[in-house]
């Protein structure tokens, strides 16, 4: 059956000339036609014999769409010449077929298309809604039939279970089967429609690339359709939607909250999402099964059926969170009444008896927020002496005060209060309940009258102690709960389920830390509106990102505290207005990382946290060198501020200790320290030193090199002046080519590259002293890192040293990047160049933060500056920048940092480079120790721009910071704290691969 066969047919009877490929189908003919003005169609060529009926009632409903809701992505019917939509034609072996004609949609299918985000899954819903209300008035004979594939008749699949030989697999099938049936007479009486009945996976089209935003470009494939109630529909298109998804709930809630937003449901709809989603799986694999035993050649019967059954052997949601989750995603009352009790608390707020036996209007609120607080100091870890100390501050003489609802916190330490297997993992941050914080043994009284649910104690290291959980009505008979939580488990001696505490009546107690779960006094008080999904094991806590969720589920309860909401409510600081602050205060030229800010209030060794409690893992940032708020650097600031903070006209001890550590770590010849405020200022006087040194004016310095901010060190810096509206290249500056033996002049094929790329310098050499400036020196980061973390070959800088020397001038290491340990083998970069500078310039890591720099010469090259004029750094070498200086030399030395750097940098590269074996998009892996850079490139060999910018913002939606550099900002750079763990590196390389994979799927 030719391919020309079929372009006649098109030009003949479409009048449309164009190039045909066969798509894929398993009983019909399709084919992709390229017009010669660009357009695309598919042909589609039904099978012979194929009922006429079921061919027009396809092309009938994509008209009807078209009419209803014409900017709906679906493929439009192309009608013929002669007007018809459906032909009958002869193929090229004289049978009929029926042929019709349909616009090509662009994208590819949601199967294939990368990444899988809720903001297009919820527009998936949207789509689908849509559909279904276009279809809602449309009639046609053929959608009343007999057809396994309708849920409304899928109880078929009872009688045909004993195919499933897998005990426990055809178990799970016969409670899925058995709830349907529970459920039949409810779908039965639900209004029935034209529905798609088969928005899978391969018949959702998606377009967009890269950085673009991913969109729905298309629904496709209407040969599924029959009436049934729409939430069949939207039933079957989630149950694949949730297949492999790393977070199903997620998925699930946000195609249901697209599909209401464009056509609304109602509460027994959504109540019905989640059964019917398991039936629809259910009937697919018992179809597969029967299929493959009466095909048992095909693999591929059996290996389709692998996600259904990972799906429904390992979900473990529950029905009931579930139904509550998508009602509030819709929202909807998370439980039939919830809006009643809530109307009714709100009403009878004023009249409930006073949980404390006293008035709470004027009583304090305190602050346990990330933002606000820092308890506790790690974030990760808070031990028994430290939870019994929370809230402190607020303490005044045993006087209540309110923790508040809805605040994220930081508190809650404990690993089962993770969504994910890493660190910087999802995490449940935010309180569902208030606080009031008093002495131990304060009465608590009940506010209503209550029946006893649950009643025990959970002596587990910061769980609740003793905790109640009673069960109200409403006077219209609606339920609700209520759970008091780190009491003295006295109570028990007391009550138990069943038991009733009547309104305003004493029924326990605050414990003290060894009764409460090791807390600090206080009664966690939180109210349900239902227990369903949650039983007696309420989350006090919720993931800031299902808020959504848990506020509707768990809602303040200041009615029954008689206390307005807003008292106890969190207001967090909004991000949105801190960017709009932002902007009117500050330069445009001030950046900002990632396409979508991140707003960062607290930090612990190499994560940082959000407003809402959200852990990062920080693989960018150098500053923090021993981590993020090292307790140590804490104590010593706070010390010396206590003290005295003065400058270097004065004698102090903490000067010349400072100074010793420093000078201990370098080669003997270095014997004078300077003492600054950065790595600009000391980059800046390097540049002094050495023209006083040499008399001379001209720098050689390599091509994307960064020195600082000053006037001269920005002359020194090709990565600033080069820039478009740069200032430029001055006069006395010769810049050199970057030794990068991936992309340079020289590669590592090249056993010579190094002396090649060093006698570069002799040009620039010749004309600094042509142009009468002489060589006053050279300068260079020794790893050249916004250059794209390069790493030269060795010798490289030893020979232009030598060539340096030679001239007259003096060698200047920049050390800002890779000195301290970084690089684990060495403590400086130019160790590993066999290399001797005359000055070393370190800067930002040597405060961890706080604004230092140092810089080291020796004896000679100090005395040619001290020609009678004083230098002098207002803050450089202050007592307090002296102190924290050494002590973030002593943390290296005491926590062998230097060695981890080694160690995970090794673990680090060994990953990296399995990535670059795995993707074609990855060039070149390099680094050493903590200093890594990946390099992105485009099918070409490019640089990968694009590519780098969509990786690095991706990486930040998964919770890992990274940064990026190289002339075309396409290398990626992973300079993490060096308190980096084997959680850490392997997050970094396990998400890289997530990612990567997405690159190369889009």
Avoid at 288 to 307: C, E, F, G, K, R
Avoid at 470 to 481: A, I, N, Q
Avoid at 680 to 696: C, D, I, P, S
Avoid at 810 to 820: F, K, S
Wanted: charged residues 25%; hydrophobic residues 40%.
């Amino acid at each position: 059956m030719t391919l020309a066969h079929w372009g006649k047919i098109l030009w003949e009877h479409w009048g449309i000339e164009a190039e045909l490929t066969r798509l894929d189908g398993e009983y019909d003919l399709n084919f992709l036609a390229k017009g010669l003005d660009g357009q695309g169609y598919v042909l589609k060529a039904m099978r012979p014999g194929c009922e006429e009926w079921l061919v027009d009632m396809q092309v009938k409903a994509f008209e009807h769409i078209a009419r209803q809701l014409p900017d709906l992505p679906c493929p439009r019917v192309i009608v013929s010449i002669s007007g018809a939509s459906l032909l009958k034609l002869a193929d090229g072996e004289g049978r009929d077929r029926l042929v019709w004609l349909l616009n090509q949609l662009p994208g590819r299918c949601y199967a294939k298309a990368e990444p899988k985000t809720d903001a297009l899954i919820h527009e998936i819903g949207q789509v689908l809604g849509n559909a279904a209300r276009a279809l809602a008035d449309f009639h046609h004979q053929g959608l009343e039939r007999d057809f396994k594939w309708n849920l409304m008749q899928a109880g078929w699949i009872t009688d045909q279970l004993f195919c499933i030989t897998d005990p426990a697999r055809r178990a799970i099938l016969q409670d899925v089967a058995a709830e349907f049936s529970h459920l039949e007479p409810v779908l039965a009486k639900l209004r029935k429609q034209a529905i798609h009945n088969d928005a899978n996976d391969y018949n959702i089209m998606v377009a967009g690339e890269l950085g673009a935003a991913r969109r729905v470009s298309g629904l496709i494939d209407l040969g599924d359709m029959c009436v049934a109630p729409r939430v069949c529909d939207l039933a079957i298109a989630a149950a694949y939607i949730v297949l492999d998804h790393p977070a199903p709930e997620a998925a699930l809630a946000s195609i249901v909250a697209g599909y209401h937003a464009a056509y609304p449901l109602t509460a027994a709809e959504v109540d019905l999402v989640w059964p019917l989603l398991q039936m629809r799986l259910a009937v697919s694999v018992v179809n597969s099964t029967l299929m493959a035993a009466n095909n048992p050649d095909d693999p591929y019967v059996t290996i389709s059926q692998a996600p259904a059954w990972r799906f429904l052997e390992s979900n473990g949601l529950n029905s009931g969170l579930v139904k509550a989750r998508l009602r509030a995603a819709c929202g909807l009352p998370v439980v039939e009444g919830a809006d009643r009790v809530m109307a009714w608390l709100d009403q009878e707020r004023g009249g409930f008896a006073p949980l404390m036996g006293a008035d709470l209007v004027d009583a304090p609120m305190g602050s346990l927020s990330v933002e606000h607080s820092t308890w506790p100091q790690n974030p990760f870890h808070m031990p028994l002496e430290e939870a019994a100390r929370v809230g402190e501050e607020f303490e005044d003489e045993g006087r209540i005060w309110l923790g508040y609802y809805a605040e994220p916190r930081l508190i809650y330490t404990d690993t089962a209060f993770r969504r994910g297997p890493w660190k910087a993992s999802n995490r449940r941050t935010v309180h569902l309940a208030v606080d009031a914080f008093a002495p131990a043994g304060t009465a608590m009284f009940a506010p209503l009258r209550g029946e006893v649910i649950a009643a025990e104690n959970r002596s587990r290291h910061l769980d609740y102690g003793g905790v109640i959980i009673l069960r109200h009505e409403t006077p219209d008979g609606d339920s609700f709960y209520t759970l008091y939580g780190h009491l003295d488990p006295e109570f028990l001696n007391r009550l138990k389920p069943g038991d009733t505490v009547e309104r305003g009546e004493e029924f326990c107690r605050l414990g003290d830390p060894s009764q409460n779960g090791g807390w600090a006094p206080h009664v966690h008080f939180q109210l349900a509106l239902t227990t369903e999904g949650i039983e007696t094991d309420w989350p006090g806590v919720g993931d800031p990102d299902e808020m959504y969720l848990w506020q509707a589920l768990c809602p303040n309860p200041a009615a029954l505290l008689n206390l307005p909401a807003e008292k106890v409510l969190y207001q967090p600081t909004r991000k949105d207005d801190v960017l709009a602050g932002r902007r009117a205060y500050f330069g445009g030229n001030l950046s900002l990382t990632y396409s979508n800010p991140v707003m960062l209030v607290r930090g612990w060794k190499h994560h940082l946290f959000d407003e809402w409690g959200r852990p990062y893992l920080d693989a960018y940032n150098n500053v923090p060198h021993v981590g993020h708020a090292h307790p140590r650097i804490q104590a010593v600031a706070a010390d010396q501020l206590k003290r005295v903070n003065s400058n270097t006209r004065y004698l102090h001890p903490a000067q010349t200790a400072f100074a010793e550590k420093v000078l201990s770590k370098l080669p003997d010849h270095f014997e004078v320290c300077f003492f600054v405020n950065s790595g600009t200022e000391a980059n800046e006087l390097a540049l002094r030193l050495a023209r006083a040194h040499t008399g001379k004016k001209g720098m050689v310095t390599p091509d994307h090199g960064y020195h600082g901010n000053t006037t001269g060190a920005i002359s020194l810096s090709a990565y600033k002046f080069n820039k478009p509206k740069g200032i430029g290249k001055v006069d006395w500056v010769e810049l050199v080519e970057v030794a990068d033996d991936y992309r340079g002049s020289y590669r590592r094929d090249d056993p010579d590259r190094a002396q090649k790329y060093a006698a570069l310098v002799d040009a620039a050499i010749l004309k600094l002293q042509d142009a009468g400036h002489g060589v006053a020196g050279f300068i260079a980061e020794t790893f050249p890192s916004v250059g794209g973390q390069i790493i030269p070959p060795k010798g490289y800088l030893s020979a232009v040293y030598r060539k340096i020397r030679a001239a007259g001038g003096i060698c200047i290491a920049d050390e800002v990047q890779t000195g301290l340990g970084r690089l684990g083998e060495c403590y400086f970069g130019f160790e590993h160049q066999g290399a001797l500078p005359d000055i070393v310039v370190m800067g930002k890591p040597i405060g961890n933060g706080h604004p230092l720099g140092v810089l080291v010469t020796t004896k000679e090259i100090a005395e040619s500056f001290d020609n009678g004029i004083e230098f002098f750094s207002t803050f450089g070498g202050s007592t307090l920048s002296c102190r924290i200086g050494k002590e973030v030399l002593d943390i290296v030395d005491d926590e062998s940092l230097q060695e981890n750097a080694r160690s995970q940098g090794k673990r680090l590269i060994e990953g990296l480079k399995m990535l670059e074996q795995k993707y074609t998009c990855v060039g070149d892996v390099r680094g050493m120790g903590l200093f890594l850079g990946l390099e992105l490139i485009n099918p070409d060999g490019s640089q990968a721009t694009e590519i780098c910018s969509y990786v690095k913002n991706r990486m930040r939606d998964h919770r890992i910071l990274i940064g990026s550099e190289g002339p075309k900002d396409n290398i990626l750079k992973i300079r993490p704290p060096l308190t980096i763990d084997t959680d850490g590196t392997d997050m970094i390389v396990k998400t890289l691969d997530r990612i990567l994979r997405e690159v190369e799927a889009s």
